[in-house]
C-alpha cells in the first residue's frame, strides 16, 4: 500500500481480492493513513519556498514571467520564465541545470573513490534519486536540485561508491562515510522530505485527495520489470534501500 497526497491511497491486492477486501484493508489502516498523510504535508511544508520563487539546492530562485519566452534562463537570483504555462520549460531548465551541477561533482566523486563513470544521464524517475549500472553509468534525478545542495552532494557519493561496490555491503558504507561522514544526516532528509519534492513539482500542489481513493494494481504488478529496483526511494514507500546496478 502506498499513500500519495496527490493519488490517494493505492492498495495492491492479490488479483482475485474483491474491492470490498480492499475498502477493509484501507479501513483498518485508517490511523496509520492518516499519519503518513500529516507527515507528508509536514514534509512540504519543510520543503516549501515563499510564492513565486522555485527552490535550488536550498536556495530559492525568483521567477519573471516574460510574455513571448519560450526558454527558460537564469540572471543571478532571478528565472526569466514563459508568461503562460512555465512548467514543461522549467523542468527542462531544471534538467540542463542538473547536468551542468552533476556532472563535475561526479567526475570528481568517481575519482575520488577510485572508480570511472562511463556515462551520465539524468532522469526524472518518480521513485529514484539515482542509480550505477554495472557498466559504470550513473543517472540522477534533477529533482535534486529541489533539495539542499548537501543532500544533492550525498547522493552523488553513494552513486559513485557503487562505481566501486555495487551492493550495500558494509565496505559501500564505510566507502560513503569516508567520502562523506554526515551522510546519515543527508539520508534521513531525503527519507523524510524527498517525497515532496516530488509532489511539488508535479503541478498539483496542495491539493487534498479522499484517502478512499482506491486502485486495485495486482493486475498490473507482474508488468513490473524485475530489473528495476528501487535506489535511494523517493516515494519512501518501500523500506529497503537494497538496490540494484541497473540494467539499463
Ligand atoms: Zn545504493
Request: charged content about 25%.
Amino acid at each position: 500500500m502506498t499513500v500519495d497526497p496527490d493519488r490517494g491511497v493505492e492498495v495492491v491486492l492479490p488479483r482475485r481480492s474483491s474491492e470490498r477486501q480492499a475498502e477493509r484493508v484501507v479501513a483498518e489502516l485508517g490511523p496509520w493513513i492518516e499519519r503518513r498523510l500529516a507527515a507528508q504535508a509536514r514534509a512540504r511544508e519543510a520543503v516549501a519556498v515563499p510564492p513565486g520563487t522555485v527552490p535550488y539546492l536550498g536556495g530559492a530562485l525568483t521567477l519573471v514571467p516574460e510574455p513571448g519566452r519560450t526558454r527558460v534562463h537564469r540572471r543571478g537570483d532571478a528565472l526569466l520564465v514563459p508568461a503562460a504555462d512555465p512548467r514543461p520549460a522549467l523542468e527542462r531548465w531544471y534538467r540542463r541545470a542538473a547536468r551542468a551541477e552533476i556532472a563535475p561533482r561526479a567526475e570528481t566523486a568517481a575519482r575520488g573513490v577510485g572508480g570511472r563513470m562511463t556515462a551520465l544521464t539524468i532522469r526524472a524517475q518518480k521513485t529514484r534519486w539515482g542509480s550505477c549500472s554495472p557498466s559504470g553509468a550513473l543517472s540522477f534525478n534533477w529533482r535534486l536540485l529541489l533539495a539542499p545542495e548537501p543532500v544533492l552532494d550525498y547522493v552523488v557519493i553513494h552513486e559513485a561508491c557503487h562505481l566501486v561496490v555495487p551492493d550495500h555491503s558494509r565496505r559501500f558504507w564505510s566507502l560513503v562515510e569516508r567520502h562523506c561522514p554526515e551522510w546519515r544526516v543527508h539520508a534521513r532528509w531525503l527519507r523524510r522530505y524527498g517525497s515532496a519534492l516530488v509532489c511539488s513539482e508535479s503541478g498539483r500542489q496542495r491539493r487534498r485527495t479522499s484517502t478512499a481513493a482506491m486502485k486495485e494494481a495486482g493486475r498490473t504488478a507482474a508488468a513490473t520489470p524485475r530489473a528495476t529496483r528501487v535506489e535511494l526511494s523517493a516515494q519512501g514507500a518501500p523500506k529497503s534501500t537494497l538496490d540494484g546496478r541497473l540494467s539499463d
